[in-house]
């Protein structure tokens, strides 16, 4: 308890002690951070779902065709070589490929964790993280089954990127709300100031003077007039 209201002392009398200009600054500059910061936040987490959700469309895409390519009699005959084909194709990628009726694979050795029930026939498709890789398994209707696993290197290096430039566009509109708020601040506090300045001169030298008012004026209406 002393603690919190020695804390809530320091900052009541900080509140005092500061300028009004200096407490107009921050609040501004605090609330264009929120603002900032949460638009930041959302555009990071749209881009990089739909970079991801785009990689899990291309991979589906490959495991369709590759499947369809099961029933064709070339492959059967060498399924090997049309897996290093495919692969040819997609040097960033690893395949394995489970033909109608063998149970053992072909192609790359990948780790199967909840893919098994795609394998097994149990489940249509999965797709999950695996280190710097995504992982998809499809069953196809022909009983083949095929597993991809895409290199995100790229990816993430692209989403890595777009986190720091976001960061550094956020840290530059804190910077230039700061500027504001205080460039705002002096022009509407101006008028604050001068009589600031008077009280003041009157209470140091006790000598009462006359201030210049400005008003604006406007020309009356001819209604007013009448």
């Known amino acids: 308890m002393i603690l919190r209201r020695g804390s809530a002392r320091q900052r009541s009398e900080w509140g005092r002690r500061a300028p009004l200009r200096w407490q107009l600054s921050l609040v501004t500059a605090l609330m264009v951070a929120i603002a ?7 555009t990071y987490w749209v881009v990089s779902t739909a970079l991801t959700r785009n990689v899990d469309v291309a991979l589906k895409e490959k495991a369709e065709s590759l499947i369809a390519e099961t029933v064709d009699p070339s492959f059967l005959r060498d399924p090997a070589a049309e897996v290093t084909a495919f692969k040819s194709y997609n040097p960033d990628m690893r395949a394995m490929v489970y033909v109608p009726g063998s ?26 993280n695996a280190g710097e890789e995504r992982v998809i398994a499809l069953h196809g209707s022909t009983g083949a089954t095929v597993v991809l696993a895409q290199d995100m290197s790229t990816t993430h290096r692209i989403i890595s990127n777009l986190g720091m430039v976001l960061l550094l566009i956020s840290v530059a509109g804190v910077l230039m709300a700061i500027a504001t708020g205080i460039v705002v601040a002096s022009t509407g506090l101006r008028p604050i100031a001068r009589l600031q300045q008077a009280v003041n001169y009157v209470a140091r030298t006790d000598e009462l003077r006359p201030m210049a008012v400005c008003l604006l004026y406007t020309s009356p209406s001819p209604r007013d007039a009448t």
């Open 36 to 42: 900032v910061g949460l638009m930041t936040v959302v």
């Open 103 to 128: 149970p053992n694979p072909v192609g790359d050795s990948i780790q199967l964790v909840s893919e098994i029930p795609v394998v097994q026939g149990e489940q249509e498709l999965s797709i999950r």
